[in-house]
């Protein structure tokens, strides 16, 4: 009896109750996973671009499974993890911006405001550029998407004459590749930031899981 006590006891404990003391866990191991795995794919990505079309192109389906199944955990997975708990309205973006450019912005346990945002920014750029890039590959797929050549700027000329939508296509992925560096080098100077604001290690704590416990003013 003592036995199956104990049995029940250890399915119940959540990864939450392994953290250090004075610490709260805040990400599940899934984002975690993806999170690391995404930066590692990226670079894969970018380093690859001019003359690995194969490597780039596998990568690039891992990138959009990646994206894939972080929509899905926004949804189903953990607290810290979910959309409906970190995704604020413009209002309370720009509100804490401007605590920031104070410097009284409140430590939040999760994605604060502009995190939040920037989250959001990453995954609908990565989409993009995963979108454009499998339409790129095989110029017979824009037929899925009749309308898109229309609507992205038909008009382009290349050498005098009206540029094709595979050559549009190739265009925006650029574009989209780009914004996503920008995105990126933005992110890290965010959580550097914070990171300094705030006296606690962003990077580490994405990578143990754990950050420093709530205190008086902090936002759970």
Do not use: C
Request: glycine letters at 10%.
């Amino acid at each position: 009896m003592k036995a199956k006590k104990t049995k029940m006891t250890d399915a119940a404990t959540d990864d939450a109750s392994r953290t250090v003391p004075g610490t709260v866990r805040i990400w599940d191991p899934l984002v975690r996973l993806f999170h690391w795995g995404l930066v590692a794919v990226f670079a894969v990505v970018w380093l690859s671009a001019e003359d690995l079309s194969t490597v780039h192109q596998i990568a690039g389906y891992v990138v959009a499974g990646l994206v894939a199944f972080r929509l899905v955990w926004g949804l189903v997975g953990s607290h810290y993890a979910r959309f409906s708990q970190f995704l604020k309205g413009p209002a309370a973006t720009l509100s804490y911006l401007g605590d920031m450019k104070r410097g009284n912005e409140r430590r939040y346990l999760g994605h604060n405001p502009v995190g939040a945002a920037m989250i959001l920014a990453l995954l609908l750029t990565l989409s993009g550029t995963a979108l454009t890039g499998w339409l790129s590959i095989e110029p017979a797929r824009l037929a899925l998407l009749p309308g898109l050549p229309q609507i992205v700027a038909p008009a382009w000329a290349d050498n005098g004459g009206e540029r094709g939508g595979s050559e549009v296509i190739e265009d925006l992925h650029g574009v989209f590749a780009n914004l996503m560096l920008f995105l990126v080098v933005l992110h890290v100077g965010g959580v550097v930031l914070a990171s300094f604001r705030h006296h606690e290690n962003l990077a580490r704590a994405m990578v143990t899981g754990d950050k420093r416990a709530p205190g008086p003013g902090d936002i759970a």
